[in-house]
């Protein structure tokens, strides 16, 4: 099972996005049969089956087993991914293209789908895998705004100028600054 599925296709989030269908995924994150998740919904098997063959369909379970019962061969089935990012590239930019204003919120949030595309498609089985993430809150003045974007700037370009070269593991720097969502705690 795969930590994360990055879904793009538009198919799979339609098969994806029915609140039956979630709580069956949910149910499969071990593997079970649909007559085993049918008995924990207080579904019949076969309505369940049917959720779960959409999910088939889509890539978002697998078959993992097969067992007979009373004569009939029942399959058993567990969640493709502990998580699933759906891609915002679903809906399709709505407006104008993709903003290189880099003090922008337009920019800000197509960084972030980099990010998040990018992120997916790492091979997570990997333990060697090198990643780190870092968050904290700063405060700054309105007066002193515009000198920590440019010791940020700055600070940014050394590293990529020290360490840009042709020669080593390939590494992408993303870095998002942005206001805390509480007015009440901007001062």
Known sequence: MRDVLYLDRLPQAEALLKPHRIE???????PRSCTEVAAELDQTPQRVYYHVKRLLDADL???VAERRVRGITEG????????YWLSPGLVGRIGLGRTRDRL???Y???LMEDVQRDVAALDRTRPDLPSIGVSGDIRVRPEHRAAFLDDLQQTLQDLFTRYGGAQGDAFRLAVACYPTGDPDDRV
């Open 24 to 30: 069956v995924l949910r149910r499969l994150a071990e």
């Open 61 to 63: 379970v697998r078959q």
């Open 76 to 83: 058993i089935y567990q969640a493709a991914a502990r998580s």
């Open 104 to 106: 922008s919120l337009g």
């Open 108 to 110: 800000l949030i197509d």
